[in-house]
């Protein structure tokens, strides 16, 4: 069956300083993959979309500047969140997609800003 | 875009009852609609889904209703039990963004 996974389940860093997560597609090739984030008490916002050999398109309030994506091939994509502040604590969620609309998610990196 | 209103943002209801959850959705576009369950400290799950080809789907409890005419979509969860407290997240399919808009959440509570 199709699986994501997503690494690391969860981490904390220190306000100001950045980290990287990454997603993987197991069992299937991800046409895309969609990052979500879903702060704390909050809802599911998407922040951009990955696409294989495309640009990547982010969503108002997000940027290329302070979540550079890497999406080398159709099973693995990163995320990086720069210069992490308090609000960009919450639970981030890759979903990868095969053609249609339906995402398998990972079970998300829960990052904690101190 | 898209943008998808839930509502209610809360509802208690007692074991064995059933649970009802309303969201409305803006474009006529969006064809695909999921419902995703979240306990505490987890992430969504997939619990049912419906496209836009259909009216209706049922399984293992939960019904789900498509009304694409008043853009208005519901989970009906039947014979509710405790196991069925959680957070639940309607979503919609952005066409445009390629990703999914979801609701702000409605969390239920089941007592006995």
């Known amino acids: 069956g199709a699986l994501v996974y997503q690494y690391p389940r969860r981490t904390i860093c220190k306000s100001g300083t950045s980290m990287r997560m990454e997603c993987q597609a197991v069992?299937?090739?991800?046409?895309?993959v969609a990052w979500y984030r879903q702060s704390p008490q909050k809802t599911f916002e998407l922040i951009a979309l990955?696409?294989?050999?495309?640009?990547?398109?982010?969503e108002q309030n997000f940027t290329q500047e302070k979540f550079p994506i890497s999406h080398p091939n159709l099973s693995f994509s990163s995320m990086t969140v720069l210069n992490a502040y308090l609000e960009d604590r919450g639970l981030y969620l890759c979903?990868?997609?095969?053609?249609?609309?339906?995402?398998?998610f990972g079970p998300g990196t829960r990052l904690t800003v101190l | 875009g898209e943008q998808v209103e839930q509502l209610p943002s809360i509802l208690r209801v007692q074991e064995g009852s059933s649970a009802s959850i309303n969201c409305t959705y803006e474009n006529s576009a969006s064809n695909y609609f999921p419902w995703y369950k979240q306990e505490p400290g987890e992430n969504p799950k997939l619990i049912i889904d419906?496209?836009?080809?259909?009216e209706r789907k049922q399984t293992q409890g939960l019904i789900v209703l498509l009304d694409k005419k008043a853009k208005r979509f519901s989970l009906h969860i039947t014979d509710t039990q405790p196991g069925d407290s959680a957070m639940y997240f309607c979503a919609a399919w952005d066409n445009y963004a390629q990703g999914l808009t979801f609701g702000l959440g409605t969390r239920v509570s089941v007592f006995p």
């Open positions: 069992g299937f090739q991800a046409t895309s």
């Open positions: 979903g990868a997609r095969v053609g249609g609309a339906e995402q398998f």
């Open positions: 990955s696409t294989v050999n495309s640009a990547i398109k982010y």
């Open positions: 419906i496209r836009s080809n259909m």
